[in-house]
């Protein structure tokens, strides 16, 4: 088939490759010549795993072409995806649906034949009906166009993987035309036994945002548990593992840590509850509020820790933050929790130090301030503190004996959970995580200590605030 895909930041660039790896003919479109420039070259403006070698592949074997031209796209194909950007408006929870609206206002006058249009960025429940009222509207005589909505559920470091092998595909559709189309997009997929759910519209919207709403519950659930483990002395990491073992909960996503951040989960919770509010049935999601409040504490609960630990002040202390991005195998720092952390410690004096594999580039641009490595061993060099924020691989494969070499004193804050404390404490360092106790207990050994993390007088945790990537500091 012969398709398009607009927009070709993360989600259009990703579709777009592994549209055409499947064998489609797909035309990438862009406003932005540099991005189109370097996707043409098979270079990916932004890192994914997998991603480089797909666009490699496809752009050579001449199956993916990128164009700045709607004209174009109306001429090479009657099946265009929509795949740009619903970031959250500066004024509002509410999604900015500006940049979806302007591609169908372009693209309606320029269709001459009957032609489908697929919505996957993530919007607000209603936003098909919007736009097929516009596009009705912009349409020539005599051409017949339809609107149908599919949206993604792209993780971020597997974003490939989720495309080419998802675990399920929906299909909000208004005719039978529109879902044999989508059916036939997707045939090899589903001749693999992919799920696919056809539904209407409405339907297919909510998907996504109650997929993200409910991760988002299950994560700022665990962290909420870590604050009563560190007032009660209990272990949130086996907490974990055991509310893991029922089926009814499962143990993916329920990692106690530094919360989530990106540029998906916090915003679409915000526009869920905007919408919601607009459709008279906020007090439905309302407990969404709190979720967003419990996850920005865990920013602020690590500031504290780590204030604690180095005696109360930041002033003078050197600290090294390994991670940037919001989440690893991505250079993604967008509302990243761990920028959020290293901004405001350096805004109480501290000396700070980042290395992250991919996305220093990225953190220098969102923060100027503190001192960007490519090394880690330069990072943590003469360090009073080392906070791991972002749980990279490279991270957990670090040699505690050979880093207390390098510091300045073996202090470890690990913010995610994720290394093995026992190894890190077995090469003489302080180690401390929200949720647990100072010395992890053996079983049987009733020995735990209690931890209580001092909040610093005069200081709340304050909501979001729409716009601002370290937004939630203190008051």
């Known amino acids: 088939m012969r398709l398009t895909v607009i927009g070709t930041g993360y989600l259009g660039a990703v579709h777009a490759a592994c549209m055409a790896d499947i064998g489609h003919d797909v035309l990438g479109v862009d406003t932005d010549p540099r991005k189109i420039e370097a996707l043409a070259a098979g270079r990916a403006p932004f890192f994914e795993p997998g991603l480089p070698e797909i666009l490699t592949r496809n752009t050579e074997n001449g199956r993916l072409r990128f164009t700045t031209s709607l004209n174009e796209a109306a001429d090479f194909a009657d099946l265009h995806f929509v795949c740009v950007g619903t970031p959250q408006r500066p004024d509002s929870l509410a999604a900015d649906l500006s940049h979806v609206e302007a591609v169908v206002d372009g693209l309606a006058p320029l269709l001459t034949r009957d032609s489908l249009v697929v919505g996957k960025s993530t919007v607000p429940v209603g936003t098909t009906r919007a736009l097929s009222r516009r596009l009705a509207a912009g349409l020539r005589p005599g051409v017949d166009a339809e609107v149908a909505w599919n949206p993604e559920f792209l993780r971020e470091g597997y974003a490939v993987q989720d495309t080419l092998h998802p675990d399920r595909l929906v299909a909000g559709v208004t005719s039978p035309r529109a879902d044999q189309l989508l059916r036939a997009v997707y045939e090899s997929m589903l001749r693999a036994g992919v799920a696919y759910v056809s539904t209407d519209p409405a339907t297919a919207e909510l998907v996504k945002v109650a997929a993200n709403s409910f991760l988002a519950t299950k994560i700022s659930f665990i962290n909420a548990m870590a604050e009563v483990c560190d007032a009660s002395g209990a272990d949130v990491v086996t907490l974990a593992e055991a509310l893991g073992h029922d089926a009814r909960i499962g143990r993916r996503f329920l990692s106690a840590g530094l919360g989530f951040g990106g540029g998906c989960l916090p915003k679409d919770i915000r526009a869920f509850l905007a919408r919601a509010e607009e459709l008279q049935v906020g007090e439905a999601v309302s407990f969404l509020h709190q979720i967003d409040r419990i996850n920005h504490r865990q920013r602020r609960r690590t500031v504290d820790l ?49 290395h992250d594999p991919e996305g220093l580039d990225n953190a220098r641009t969102a923060l100027p301030g503190p001192t960007y490595c490519t090394d880690v061993t330069q990072a943590c060099r003469d360090a009073d503190l080392v906070l791991h924020l972002t749980e990279w691989r490279q991270y957990r494969d670090l040699d505690p004996v050979e880093l207390a070499e390098v510091v300045g004193a073996p202090r470890l804050i690990d913010a995610r959970n994720a290394l093995d404390s026992a190894l890190w404490r077995a090469a003489g360092w302080n180690v401390r995580a929200l949720g647990r106790p100072v010395h992890v207990p053996q079983p049987g050994s009733g020995d735990a200590l209690r931890v209580t993390i001092p909040q610093a007088a005069g200081t709340s945790w304050t909501a979001p605030t729409p716009g601002d990537p370290f937004s939630g500091a203190p008051k």
């Open 306 to 354: 780590a204030r604690h630990v180095l005696g109360g002040s930041f002033a003078g202390r050197r600290v090294a933050v390994l991670g940037a991005t919001f989440k690893p195998d991505s250079d993604d720092v967008r509302d990243s929790p761990a920028l959020a952390v290293t901004a405001e410690i350096a805004a109480e004096g501290a000396e700070v130090l980042v």
